[in-house]
């Protein structure tokens, strides 16, 4: 049986983005990149709010000692959710005004991972950069086009990681210690028709769940041989990013956008830019919260 996949919110987001479970307050936090917004959404109460950040966010992780972190378009920055007060803390690309940071994770060490790309999207303008917890900043990949999904694997030594104009998902040897990465290699390839790799999440069995953008689905990949383990197809072309959330971790939450959309694509995709969840029969693992 196919997967049901819900309409939570039909929030028309330009780029709906950054999905991340908050296990504490049982709540999802997304982001809306070029309207500037974060987002907190209540599946309890069903309830969404939306607060102005200044600036595009490309996405958002919590901070072990209270608050939010946000990867900007001008920097790393801590968030206060009561006094809602954005505070940057490290520029990597002050010399770059037209890029911006995009999606980012922590690593099992607790670093702040995020990467840039050029609002206009030229090739290999952008870089992967990595947020120490003392809040010294290292480049550890040049050449991004468009900087997307990053994660770990359950035993924290390979790093999973997506250039989306390259269409495909790398893996990288991971040393906690350290951070370091090395050895890249290309795990899962993707072919015409089925969208360029966007964010992606990972399940308790180690696979990996990848939003395809101008793909409509959202894909179950198997890293170890480059399969595609099971398609959820949804209403929406732009799927841009999942991740596992709900209490027992159970619940797929998918945003998606609609950014370049016609009238008539409007008529086709009315949901375009909603925020979406499903079930799909496998658990997610909790995130990591940045430790500096
Ligand atoms: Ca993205």
Redesign the pocket.
């Known amino acids: 049986m196919a997967v049901q996949v819900e309409l939570l919110l039909d929030a028309h987001a330009q780029i709906g ?1 950054g999905p991340l479970w908050d296990e504490e307050q049982q709540v999802l936090y997304w982001v809306n990149i070029m309207e500037n917004l974060l987002h907190i959404y209540d599946p309890a109460t069903g309830e969404d709010q939306a607060m102005d950040v200044g600036q595009p966010v490309g996405t958002v992780v919590v901070r072990g000692s209270g608050g939010l972190m946000l990867a900007l378009q001008h920097g790393f920055a801590s968030f206060d959710l009561h006094t809602h007060q954005v505070k940057i803390l490290a520029d990597p690309e002050a010399h770059l005004p037209e890029n911006r940071f ?2 980012g994770k922590c690593d099992p060490a607790g670093r702040f991972w995020a990467g840039t790309m050029a609002i206009a999207a030229t090739k290999g303008a952008g870089s992967l950069y990595c947020l120490d917890t003392d809040l010294s900043v290292r480049r550890m990949l040049g050449d991004i086009s ?1 900087s ?2 990053i994660v770990w694997s359950l035993d924290h030594g390979t790093m999973y990681y997506i250039d ?1 104009l390259k269409a495909d998902v790398r893996a990288y040897d991971f040393e906690v210690q350290t951070g370091n990465i090395a050895n890249e290699r290309v795990v899962c390839r993707f072919t015409e028709g089925m969208g360029l790799p ?2 992606m999440a990972i399940d308790a069995e180690g696979m990996l769940w990848v939003a395809q953008y101008n793909g409509s689905r959202v894909c179950r990949w198997n890293p170890h041989t480059g399969q595609v383990l099971e398609t959820i197809m949804l209403p929406v072309s732009r799927v ?2 999942c991740a596992f959330g709900g209490a027992d971790l159970d619940t797929l939450y998918i945003t998606s956008a609609s950014q370049g959309m016609s009238p008539d694509d409007w008529k086709k995709e009315p949901h375009a830019g909603g925020l979406f969840a499903c079930k799909p029969g496998v658990r997610g693992v909790p995130t990591f919260r940045f430790k500096g």
């Open positions: 983005e995009n999606d468009i997307n999904g989306s966007d964010g841009t990013a």
